[in-house]
């Protein structure tokens, strides 16, 4: 893994959906990380938004800024756990076109080097939606830190090599 500095990076629209019945955009500290990171790589931070569990008005809200064309990437926090409220991947799954069963994989061996079995309660997932990505990632501060800085930020880097998602982009709506 590389980069090619020969190309220049290519910023991307990215909207933030944290997912919590708890909290509140002033109390987010795991929405406020990611977006700052988001940010610092040289990213838009599009959209930012604060929804319940509620798993109707995570699809309702998925599809809307899946269906908006200035939206590449969406990333969600929260909600990926197993207990009764925890809606997030059957959200990602019930809008997602393709899944991206990798981005769970590698997630889950990332976090078992920190937290070790825990690991398998989270349900991080992603999926291709309407040409867009939506990432799900669980809603504490060590495992958006994982997500982003282990996986995120390098394959939504154009320079990558050998590959990455963002020169897929362009792709993703074909027939």
Known sequence: MALDLQRPFQPIQIALLTVS?????????????????????????????LLSDDLDGLISQLEQWASNPEIDVIITTGGTGVTG??????????????????????????????????????????????????????????????????????QLDIRLRPCNFVELIPRLREK
């Open 85 to 154: 409220r925890d809606a997030t991947p059957e959200a990602l799954s019930a809008v997602g076109e393709k899944s991206i069963p990798g981005f769970g994989e590698l997630f889950r061996m990332i976090s078992f080097k920190k937290i070790g079995t825990s690991t398998i309660q989270s349900r991080a997932c992603a999926v291709v939606s309407q040409g867009t990505y939506i990432f799900a990632l669980p809603g504490s501060k060590g495992a958006v830190c994982d997500a982003w800085d282990e996986i995120l930020v390098h």
């Open 21 to 49: 019945d708890t909290r509140t955009l002033e109390t987010d500290k795991s929405g406020d990380v990611l977006a700052e990171r988001i940010q610092s790589a040289g990213h838009v931070l599009t959209a930012r938004l």
